[in-house]
């Protein structure tokens, strides 16, 4: 588990006008598979933690740090070879895309925790708000610093947005919905300015319960967003979520909730199209946004061949020019095994590679 790594604390940044912003780059929506020696993937695959899961970690505590950051690298070097142009760090040292975030604000109970309604409509664990949500330290800081000692490549972060922590908490103080996201809203703003000052070149908000839970996401969703993304100091992006393919088989055949994110100021916006097939003439609803194309299908295990990643491409670019259009998994890939992933990867690059060469 050993890697040569960059000090965090010396490397430069490297100068953002020298990046490579080619016609539709390619890029991850987050997760990657973590390693079975890190963490047991069997128990993983059957959950997605709202609050801490220690017991999944394999490493014991003292040495988890440095195993985190050898898988990172990993997840680093496999984007890279297989020809991304945004490199995230694969949310390798988390358990979820929510709880190493939504577990780190002051006002949350860690010891009993409380219960929610996940997408299923089953009760799942989540985190038990006791006294009002601050953020009084950054979070992820260290993985944009880790993630950009360790390429040369532009970067992105995530993290879970206002509204879906809001749904997947358990209040126990405020007695008002609004006030309550909003609060998440404001940590979620300050974690996003101290993401960019540490060297992100993209930071992206997850809220899968805008689409699971439409109509209180129209009751102060967007206020709340709109909110986390005040003042940010690079371009953002929303992922908007059907639910990991591995543990939500229905797919509806459109959004319930994606026209409502033209009020907000992201600047791109991440969509499902592969294996719901969509119908991608909803982006024309949404003028001036980028989107992030979900162009695998991490449902099925079978990798695509380039030519079906071009054909789903060119499914959007009847609706959006090329110019707005970022090429991406549906989702994220945490739940695949891992030279599924890396195939896929290698296909969607490939395949973006193909279009690129047509609009030549």
């Known amino acids: ?115 929610a309604l996940n997408r299923r409509g089953e009760l799942s664990l989540v985190p038990r708000v006791t006294a009002p949500i601050r953020r009084n330290h950054p979070v992820q800081v260290r993985d944009v610093q880790f993630l950009r000692a360790n390429t040369d490549r532009r970067i992105k972060i995530t993290l879970p947005g206002p509204f879906t922590m809001a749904r997947l908490a358990q209040d126990d103080f405020y007695g008002d919905e609004r ?63 059907f639910g990991y393919a591995q543990l939500v ?21 991440s969509i499902e199209t592969a294996q719901s097939g969509l119908d991608c003439s909803v982006l024309r609803e949404l003028p001036g946004k980028t989107f992030l194309v979900g162009v695998l299908d ?10 079906t990643v071009a054909r789903r491409i060119r499914r959007a670019l009847q609706h959006v020019p090329a110019e707005r259009v970022v090429v991406a998994p549906d989702c994220g890939m945490k739940y695949l095994p891992r030279d599924v992933a890396f195939g896929k990867l290698c296909a969607m690059a490939a395949g973006a590679a193909l279009v690129r060469a047509e609009l030549a």
């Open 249 to 269: 088989v229905e797919r509806p055949s459109g959004y319930s909730f994606l026209p409502e994110l033209a009020q907000t100021p992201c600047d791109q916006i």
């Open 298 to 307: 991490l449902s099925d295990t079978a990798v695509e061949t380039p030519e």
């Open 1 to 115: 588990m050993t890697s040569t790594r960059k000090n965090i604390n010396t490397v430069p940044f490297p100068p953002r006008e020298s990046m490579n912003d080619r016609l539709l780059p390619v890029t991850i929506v987050g997760s990657y598979p973590q390693p079975d020696w890190l963490i047991d993937r069997a128990r993983l695959s059957k959950m997605v933690p709202r609050v801490l899961e220690k017991s999944l970690w394999r490493i014991p505590e003292p040495l988890l740090q440095e195993a985190q950051d050898d898988a990172t690298i990993v997840a680093i070097r496999d984007q890279e070879r297989a020809g991304l142009d945004i490199v995230s760090d694969g949310e390798i040292r988390r358990e979820s895309y929510f709880n190493r975030f939504a577990t780190a604000l002051d006002g949350i109970d860690l010891v009993h925790p409380g219960q």
């Open 179 to 241: 006030a309550m996201a909003l609060d998440y809203a404001a940590a979620v703003n300050a974690e996003i300015r101290d993401l960019f000052a540490a060297g992100a070149d993209l930071v992206q908000v997850d809220e899968p319960y805008m689409q699971a839970q439409p109509d209180k996401a129209r009751e102060y969703g967007v206020e709340a967003l709109n909110r986390a993304l005040e003042g940010a100091d690079g371009p953002t992006c929303v992922h908007i979520c």
